[in-house]
């Protein structure tokens, strides 16, 4: 979750669980075409398909995939983006959903913008160095995908 708003490190101790695992290193991602954040979702998963740390890939059957993505004006909540993960048997993330609050993305520049989306999506909290996982982003904390990251999705993402 990205925090509107707000600044500094989280109190949230780093989990090393293997639940919430995605069995493959394969995500299926479902965004609507008409979805406002569209271009912007296009770009995070540009950026981290670039990594070669996993894959997301597009699909159009809803039935089909890991994550879905969607984005509104969710007004004066407390978040820009938030993931909500659903407790699944056997530790896989499955049939997570991405909200992306427009009412907080439309204040703010491009490059937050992009940076919650990828946080949102990488979704491997790192609060303790430059990370896209940092819980807020201002303009002095708004990173782009690090080593770090790639690192941290790798052991989320991938079998064991």
Not at 112 to 121: D, F, S
Not at 126 to 148: F, W
Request: proline fraction near 3%; aromatic fraction near 8%; charged fraction near 20%.
């Amino acid at each position: 979750m990205i925090l509107a708003g707000k600044t500094g490190k989280s109190s949230k101790k780093k989990s090393k669980s293997k639940k919430n695992r995605i069995p493959t290193a394969n995500v299926l991602i479902y965004l609507n075409s008409h979805n406002p954040d569209y271009e912007l979702v296009q770009k995070a998963l540009k950026a981290w398909n670039k990594t070669k740390a996993f894959c997301f890939r597009q699909v159009k059957n809803l039935k089909k995939t890991n994550i879905l993505i969607t984005s509104g004006n969710y007004g004066e909540t407390t978040w820009a983006g938030m993931t909500q993960m659903a407790n699944v048997p056997r530790g896989y993330l499955y049939g997570s959903i991405i909200y992306l609050n427009d009412y907080y993305l439309n204040q703010l520049s491009s490059h937050i913008q992009l940076a919650v989306a990828e946080h949102e999506l990488g979704h491997a909290h790192n609060d303790t160095e430059p990370s896209v996982m940092n819980p807020a982003v201002s303009d002095e904390n708004a990173y782009t995908i690090q080593k770090c990251d790639i690192e941290a999705v790798k052991r989320i993402y991938h079998k064991r």
